[in-house]
Each structure stands twice: as C-alpha cells, then as structure tokens.
C-alpha cells in the first residue's frame, strides 16, 4: 500500500524521499515557495553512487513510481499523511510558518521521525535518565516542541552524508557517504510496524538490477541514533576552529590520539544514559569513513557564511556531561570554539541577521 509522507525540509529531506518514491510511496516536501515550484516543475535529483560503481549516477524523481509534490508550510493539508519526517535544520523550525505547522502537526498527533542531527527535545524525554535535565538552552527555540508527545516522536541518526552542489539549483542533492538511516522505534507498535513497512520497501529497491544504498534500518533501542553523538563532537564541530573552518577529515585525523579520546567520551556519556556497547558505532569505523570526508561540516560552513544559528548538538552533550558529572574539557573548549564564532558573526552583523 502505497504510504503518504510528509518531509519538512527539501534539501538533505530529498533523499529520504527519493528512497520512498523508488519504493513506490507518496512523499510532499516542505519548503520555501520559490523552490517548491521549482520542484514541482522539474522534480528532484539525487546524486548517488552504487556499490563497486566509480561514478554517481542521477536518480530523477520523475522516473520513480511513487508521486511527490512540494508546498510551502501555510498550504500542507495534515489530514493527508500518515508520517511526518522532520529534515530541516534545528534552528529553521523557529521560523513562524514553520513554527505554526509544527503546532498543527502536534496537535494532530501525526508520528514524527526526525532526521536531523540536533534530538527533538521530547525524543530526549524518553530516555529516563534525561527527563528530567535542564537541556533547553542547547535548542534555538525550545518552546517550539512543548506540544509534541514524546511517544509520537522518533530519531534516525541522518548518518548518509549529503550536501547540495553550490553551483546547482535547490533541487540536487549529492550523496558523498552513502551510509543508512538508523532509526529508533516509536513507544505504539502501529506506528513501529510503519517503520518497518518502509524499511522493508526500501531494502527492496533496485536498480538496473543493482542494490540501491542508504536503507532505512529500524532498531528497538532508543540509544542507536545517538551513536552519532560520538562523530559530531569528534569530526563535525571540530571542523569549527578560531580561523578557517577545516574538513573533517583534518579534523579527525590531524591528532588521531585526541580525536579517539573525545569519541570514547562521548560513547561513554551514551552508556550512561542506558547505551549498550552494541548500540554503538567502533571509533575505528568512523575514522576510516572520516578519510573519504574532505569537505567542512555543514556546521562550519553555516558558521563561515555568517548564520547566527546552527544546531548545537556540541552544546547538548556538553549539558548532559555536566549534569552528569562527567565534564570534558575537549569537549568545553569546542563548546566555547563554537560560541565565539557565533559571536563574532552577531557582533560583525549588528542585528545578528546577517
């Protein structure tokens, strides 16, 4: 049965989508006027590489047999849908068309799968041990997630690197790390066993009768997706730096020794929580994939075009390790790394708009 998806954001959401609409479901995405008619004239492109293949090949969202459409947030009519996939940015949700969508969605009761990097707050609220931590001043806007019920909302660890080509129009996406989503279940089994559904749909698809990368995976622990806890702190927010940003790479592998220490605290903070070892993702694994990783994060490079937010998942973990009593100083001085360029962007900018 084909499914109907919503996705809020049309940019790393197009590829989630675009594995929907091979698997022949229905996927809207949400985004900026200009670019949902850009999308609904041309489609989607998704730039992917498959296995043993040296060149990516371009998947067309209008060859694919699922329907997708694209509509600013003020036009989603919600009684459509039967899952809502969040793919923006943590701070773009405070945007007010945005914001006022988000309180139909919750209000409707629609389960919700994040794929961002930055955990919703009532996801956050499932885990027992953080319940009830002070953690709001990690978040852009935490009032924008007051009516979600956290066994309505889900994370998938957005581990597929991807990134729109400067050069390109809104709607292309190149896929640099075709890795899987791995996503947590839902508390109500309905809303797992459509989880489930679509991974199955997706682990289906080929391709010229080859195997098509970036699966869905849907896991019954909660502690999966913050694996990539561990890599952010590690490579994403260290390619912050008080000068130019650099690629994650350098980042990783400019002190392997430290690079390891920060990760292993990180997994450490995670099994706290209530992680299991298995949950995790081997810090060697990582280093190996952060080889092939040579651009910025798209932290740094937000960071380095002058955005006066981003998500601040460097600033959570280090809240969390706080209110644990597991300071970091490695993980402080990233914290403080980042805040200060922040800083400078609002001093430089007036406003902070700039």
Not at 115 to 138: F, G, S, T, V, W
Request: proline residues 7%; contains cysteine.
């Amino acid at each position: 049965m084909a499914r109907n998806i919503l996705i809020l954001g049309a940019s790393y959401g197009s590829l989630l989508a675009t594995k929907l609409l091979m698997a022949r479901h229905n996927v809207t995405l949400v985004c900026r006027k200009n670019t949902a008619e850009l999308i609904n004239r041309d489609g989607t492109e998704v730039r992917i590489k498959l296995r043993d293949e040296a060149e990516h090949r371009a998947i067309f969202s209008r060859d694919l047999p699922g329907r997708l459409d694209a509509k600013p947030p003020q036009d989603v009519d919600l009684s459509r849908y039967d899952l809502v996939g969040l793919a923006m940015q943590e701070p773009q949700y405070t945007n007010h068309t945005i914001r006022a969508l988000m309180v139909r969605i919750a209000l409707a009761k629609l389960p919700c799968l994040s794929i961002m990097n930055m955990p919703p707050l009532p996801y956050l609220k499932r885990i027992p041990a953080l319940a009830d931590m002070e953690l709001e001043e990690a978040y852009t806007n935490a009032q924008v997630w007051e009516r979600f019920e956290p066994g309505l909302v889900s994370l998938c660890s957005p581990d597929p690197q991807a990134f729109r080509p400067p050069e390109e129009a809104p709607n292309v996406l190149h896929v640099g790390l075709p890795t899987n989503f791995k996503a947590a279940a839902f508390t109500e089994e309905r809303h797992t066993a459509l989880l489930r559904e679509l991974e199955a749909d997706i682990d289906a698809v080929t391709l010229a009768g080859q195997d098509v990368p970036v699966k869905l995976k849907v896991f019954s622990s909660l502690f999966v997706p913050l694996a990539k806890w561990s890599m952010l702190l590690t490579g994403n927010y260290r390619c912050i730096t008080p000068q130019e940003p650099q690629s994650i790479r350098d980042a990783v592998h400019g002190d392997l020794n430290l690079s390891r220490s920060i990760y292993e605290h990180v997994d450490a903070v995670a099994r706290r929580l209530g992680a299991d070892p298995m949950d995790q993702v081997p810090f060697e694994k990582y280093a190996k994939a952060a080889e092939s990783l040579l651009k910025p994060s798209s932290a740094a490079r937000a960071v380095a075009a002058g955005a006066p937010f981003i998500e601040r998942v460097d600033l959570l973990v280090k809240l969390i390790s706080h209110q644990l009593g597991m300071p970091n100083a490695e993980v402080d001085r990233t914290v403080d790394t980042v805040d200060q360029k922040l800083n400078e962007k609002i001093v430089v900018g007036g406003s902070g708009a700039s």
